[in-house]
């Protein structure tokens, strides 16, 4: 079954940096776009970045500049870094497809302090 799993985040002082990394299986993963949402508490979940079969990329406004968001084929991987990070980035993060077409997974809990 199609499985969705998020990893790398934690607590880090504003400015630092993380590295979310997303492992897939059970689709094809080099057919779809992927992406990168993320929850904060009592908000919509937003999409943050996304990355198309070709490779080419966009963000929100809001991280442009500060993340960028790559993909292995071959080990069916997201990744998105993240620099100068603002608290306002404190947030579930989650990855799914552009069109998020699968389930959600568990998330990685990045949190930000000022």
């Known amino acids: 079954q199609v499985q969705l799993v998020e990893s790398g985040g934690g607590l880090v002082q504003a400015g630092g940096s993380l590295r979310l990394s997303c492992a897939a299986s059970?689709?094809?993963?080099?057919?779809?776009?992927m992406a990168w949402y993320r929850q904060a508490p009592g908000k919509p979940r937003e999409l943050v970045a996304s990355i198309y079969r070709g490779g080419s990329t966009d963000y929100a406004d809001s991280v442009k500049g500060r993340f960028t968001i790559s993909r292995d084929n071959g080990k069916k991987t997201v990744l998105l870094q993240m620099n100068s990070l603002k608290p306002e980035d404190t947030a579930v993060y989650y990855c799914?497809?552009?069109?998020?077409?699968?389930?959600w997974g568990q998330g990685t809990q990045v949190t930000v302090s000022s």
């Open positions: 059970g689709f094809g993963f080099s057919l779809y776009g």
């Open positions: 799914n497809t552009r069109g998020a077409t699968f389930p």
